[in-house]
């Protein structure tokens, strides 16, 4: 018992296993900044693979240099560390509200702030760890130092990388889970000022410091509300009535003189006043060329306003709605104003309501339909742009009736001439026949559909084959939506391959051009 009792590892200080929970703590709010930066600037400049690919560079960079860095603090390691922890607070907690604000109010800025704040957070995280293991070293052996600060380092980035995702951004928004963990970093230093408070020259100094840092953090918390409502209503312009930030997405619906509008990650998704070109030239060209379609799937198209169209036809038995966010469908079943616009779609006892992935859902189930609306986001990044790509097609193929149609909406024949065709070229590529067409919506200019299916389509169509309640289409203006005059007619374009994602690239070529 003795010997055993000799051979048994010493109890760890209370000052040792408070420090190792802060490298947890730190761990976790910087992998909170990294993640907030990454998300915004996907929701806010597209491509996600892209934005987080080099953000996760550039803060992995900049830690480097913080580490560098470190090597030049000789003295008074508690006290830097105390001081970093503060900054770290507050640059890195106010980073998603401070980006917020400079998209809304100087957008030309937000791509050298973005990577400035990266830099600057990442730099000072890169202290931090280094300056933890040098105060640790009084009283830990190397080898047990390195092993425990990286096995606590480590713990705290994954708990992050699960929460961020499903529980913080949902729960508290980008901007209050910023200074959420910019209050536990303070919190950090305050616990740095209690333990070494007899090593600190100048104590209330750095007590001062930490009591204001704390009350900014929190005052920014408390406030969140109203600093994310005065950068959204610069930005929008209309009136904002309705927010909601989802795994998925940042969903703004505002209302103004033109009615209400439809925000997707800062993407105009639909405006009420000319909405109903849009949906009846994506549903009816399909409908109407099918005949009597009874059993109909829309996949996107949360908003039901695509469904709506579809209940104006009685042959209609069934609509299967496939939404990846329960959020779209929720708001647009229960929010009055929304509900109108809808025509209470969703409410319809015909609807059947899915929230999936598309993709995965086309996987698992063996449903067969007269007819597909596809009605997706455009591919801004590689999740969408999977939803436009030979494979997808191919399983679409496999869902539809053989005399069924399919619908697509793809993007603008003008502005994105290349990425338009490289859609019907990948309809082609699994042996469907497609049939291209176009249609003027104010809010989007000029946009494009391809219709596809087995069988050869026409746009002929007799009087009494459209529902009596259209407000753009009838039978002359629907065949001319595929005529394509000259600055929009078909070029060279390639097959969109999960493994290339070519369309991706060549969309956020083609609209960037018009951004800038």
């Known amino acids: 018992m003795t010997e055993n009792a000799q051979q048994s590892p010493p109890a760890a200080r209370p000052l040792e296993v408070a420090l190792l929970a802060s490298v947890f703590v730190i761990a976790a709010c910087g992998l909170v900044y990294e993640l907030a930066a990454a998300a915004l600037a996907s929701y806010l400049l597209g491509d996600s693979v892209l934005q987080f690919s080099t953000i996760i560079g550039t803060y992995l960079f900049a830690m480097g240099i913080g580490s560098y860095l470190s090597r030049f603090f000789e003295r008074q390691l508690p006290a830097h560390f105390l001081r970093i922890e503060l900054i770290v607070a507050l640059v890195g907690g106010a980073l998603p509200a401070i980006l917020f604000i400079a998209n809304a109010f ?3 800025a937000f791509r050298f702030l973005l990577y400035t704040l990266v830099l600057l957070v990442g730099a000072l995280v890169g202290l931090e760890i280094p300056l933890v293991m040098r105060i640790l070293r009084r009283n830990v052996a190397l080898k047990e130092l390195v092993s425990q600060v990286l096995t606590f380092d480590y ?5 992050v990388s699960l929460a961020f995702p499903l529980v913080l951004v949902p729960q508290l928004g980008l901007i209050r889970t910023g200074l959420l963990f910019g209050f536990m970093n303070a919190a950090v230093a305050v616990w740095a000022l209690w333990l070494f408070r007899h090593e600190l020259r100048h104590f209330k100094a750095h007590a001062l410091a930490c009591a204001c840092c704390l009350g900014l953090l929190g005052a920014g918390f408390a406030g969140a509300g109203q600093i994310t409502t005065l950068a959204e209503d610069h930005f929008y312009q209309d009136r904002i009535v309705f927010t909601d930030t989802t795994p998925y997405q940042r969903i703004v619906v505002t209302a103004g003189r033109s009615g209400h509008k439809l925000f997707l990650n800062g993407n105009l998704q639909f ?3 000319d909405e109903y070109r849009y949906h009846e030239a994506l549903v009816h060209p399909v409908m109407q060329a099918h005949g009597a379609p009874k059993k109909v799937a829309v996949l996107g198209g949360g908003d039901g306003m695509a469904v709506r169209e579809i209940l104006k036809y009685a042959s209609v038995e069934s609509v299967t709605l496939v939404e990846l966010d329960p959020a779209m469908t929720r708001i647009f079943s229960q929010q009055p104003a929304l509900r109108r616009l809808n025509a209470d779609a969703l409410l319809s006892p015909k609807v059947r309501i899915i929230n999936a992935d598309a993709f995965k859902w086309l996987e698992s189930t063996t449903e067969v339909f007269d007819v597909v609306v596809v009605d997706f986001p455009d591919p801004t990044n590689f999740s969408i742009g999977k939803l436009y790509t030979h494979s997808f097609y191919a399983l679409l193929d496999q869902h539809l009736a053989a005399s069924g149609y399919a619908v697509i909406q793809t993007t603008s024949p003008l502005v994105a001439r290349r990425s338009y065709w490289t859609v019907v070229s990948t309809l082609e590529s ?12 104010p809010s989007f200019g000029e946009w494009g559909f391809v219709v596809a299916s087995r069988r050869p389509f026409s746009p002929d169509v007799q009087a009494g084959q459209l529902p009596v309640d259209l407000k753009f289409l009838n039978p002359q203006t ?12 078909r070029v060279p374009a390639p097959v969109n391959r999960l493994s290339n994602q070519e369309l991706v690239h060549s969309y956020e070529q083609e609209w960037g051009k018009v951004a800038h």
């Open 155 to 159: 713990l705290g980035a994954l708990a």
């Open 430 to 441: 699994v042996g469907l026949k497609a049939a291209p067409y176009h249609a003027n919506v």
């Open 106 to 108: 100087a957008p030309g």
């Open 271 to 273: 405006a009420e006043r």
């Open 478 to 489: 629907l065949r001319l939506l595929f005529d394509f005059p000259q600055d929009m007619s």
